[in-house]
């Protein structure tokens, strides 16, 4: 593969504008142009870097992800094409850790519900038993990769006591037990955050559904920072409504956005965000990292980072 050009599709602009990349990129000499998917803006472009699939892609050799989930990109096709998927795993660990550990400690000290109160200017004190300090408390972190790094770190910090679920039963620092997915409701039963960070693939679309929610605490949190689709979105909503558990900070939905007639905009002790857990004014600095390192290791004929597909 050799890359003379890499265009820079206006779909990242969701999540950064696409200047600044392209003023890093220039800077590092690598040459970069911004792109509208049209074949006729891609027409000198070997790569793209994206948010959105587009048809056009499969034209090109190497398709970069500014996300790190590649559930957008059809698979199947980039392979019958040939076409190189990389993604941005690896980044989002402090972004996304620092979320998850705002979301703990919003819900455990009643922060999400003074939010609210302000909004309607009401002086409004929490119940004497509503708050509750999360040092001792378990967590639970389903995936251990970049995303579950962060989060561990954080949870740790906070002196929760943390166990994890991944594929394989390898130790994780700071995790005290790891399980693997046939362990998961044994995992999750006696945690007080549930915390998702797994990849959205067949083996891990609706990992959390009835059963699984049945099997977590009463009291329990379920925070959702992996794809929306991870989770029985049915299932959630009743086990909410029934009580079943306590409620949870959820990012991202089965649909994007979440509709507006959705139960979960207005449940007492959910929080909804709108899939940014990851978001950082550094991010395009990240991904501008990231692409310096794959055109240097593609010039010496090597593999780009995060080889995908
Ligand atoms: P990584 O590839 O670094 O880690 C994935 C982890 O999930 C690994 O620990 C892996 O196990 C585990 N895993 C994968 N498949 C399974 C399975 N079938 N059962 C149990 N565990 C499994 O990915 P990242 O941490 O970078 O990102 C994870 C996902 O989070 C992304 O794919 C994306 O969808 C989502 N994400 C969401 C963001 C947001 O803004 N909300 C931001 C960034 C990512 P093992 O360690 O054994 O390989």
Redesign the pocket.
């Known amino acids: 593969m050799r890359i003379d050009r890499i265009g820079i599709d206006e779909s990242v602009a969701a999540v950064f504008p696409p200047e600044p990349l392209a003023q890093r990129l220039a800077a590092a000499a690598v040459d970069a142009t911004i792109v509208d998917g049209s074949p006729e803006s891609l027409a000198d472009c070997q790569a793209v870097v994206t948010l959105e699939h587009r048809e056009s892609f499969l034209d090109l050799e190497w398709v970069h992800s500014i996300?790190?989930?590649?559930?957008r990109f059809p698979h199947d096709r980039f392979r019958e094409e040939g076409v190189v998927l990389t993604n941005s795993?690896?980044v989002?660990?402090d972004a996304?850790g620092e979320t998850v550990a705002g979301f703990v400690l919003a819900l455990a000290r009643r922060i999400h519900e003074h939010v609210a109160h302000q909004t309607d200017r009401e002086w409004s004190r929490p119940g004497w038993d509503d708050g509750w300090t999360v040092a001792g408390e378990q967590a639970c972190v389903?995936?251990?990769?970049?995303?579950?790094?962060g989060i561990v770190d954080r949870l740790t910090g906070l002196g929760m006591d943390v166990v994890g679920?991944?594929?394989?039963p390898?130790p994780e620092p700071g995790v005290d037990q790891v399980y693997?997915?046939d362990g998961l409701r044994e995992a999750v039963a006696d945690a007080r955050f549930v915390v998702l960070?797994?990849?959205?693939?067949d083996?891990?679309r609706e990992?959390i559904g009835a059963e699984e929610l049945a099997a977590m605490r009463q009291d329990a949190y379920l925070i959702n920072?992996?794809?929306g689709g991870v989770v029985d979105q049915l299932a959630l909503v009743e086990a909410l409504r029934d009580g079943e558990i306590a409620g949870g900070a959820l990012?991202?939905f089965e649909t994007e956005p979440l509709p507006e007639d959705s139960p979960l905009w207005a449940m007492d002790d959910v929080i909804v965000s709108p899939?940014?857990?990851?978001?950082t004014r550094d991010y395009y600095r990240h991904v501008a990292a990231i692409l310096e390192e794959s055109v240097r290791r593609i010039a010496d004929g090597e593999d780009p980072v995060n080889r995908v597909l």
């Open positions: 996300q790190a989930g590649v559930d795993t690896g989002h660990g996304v389903v995936g251990l990769g970049g995303l579950g790094r679920v991944r594929r394989s390898l693997t997915v960070a797994v990849p959205l693939t083996a891990t990992l920072v992996a794809r990012d991202v899939h940014c857990a990851a978001y």
